[in-house]
């Protein structure tokens, strides 16, 4: 069974930080490019980081360059997300996402960051 369980989200100020997890079983993960997208209220969802299957390259979101740092850790099977000099316009739903090729996608259900004073 496949699942990608995000957790870390919450609550905090602007010019704070957070580390979001997303923990992946039920597929070969190593194999598998990874990414965290986000949802804000009345507003389509969007890409904020990428990582490639061996973690050998990642993008980001302009509105998140030199903030936000995207890792993968092979042996835990988890991906992460560092968000630091958080921003309001940061609040959302961030979503854990796997591919493969252009048929195989996987999400997790979210976790929410709240950035407010």
């Known amino acids: 069974q496949v699942q990608l369980v995000e957790s870390g989200g919450g609550l905090v100020q602007p010019g704070g930080s957070l580390r979001l997890s997303c923990a992946a079983s039920?597929?070969?993960?190593?194999?598998?490019?990874m990414s965290w997208n986000r949802q804000a209220p009345g507003k389509e969802r969007e890409l904020v980081a990428a990582?490639?299957?061996?973690?050998?390259?990642?993008n980001y979101a302009d509105s998140v360059k030199g903030r936000f740092t995207m890792s993968r850790d092979t042996a835990k099977n988890t991906v992460y997300l560092q968000m630091n000099s958080l921003k309001p316009e940061d609040t959302a739903v961030y979503y854990c996402?796997?591919?493969?090729?252009?048929?195989?996608?996987?999400w997790g259900q979210g976790t929410q960051v709240t950035v407010s004073s």
């Open positions: 996402k796997a591919w493969y090729g252009m048929h195989t996608v996987y």
């Open positions: 990582i490639s299957s061996y973690g050998g390259s990642t």
């Open positions: 039920g597929f070969r993960f190593s194999s598998y490019a």
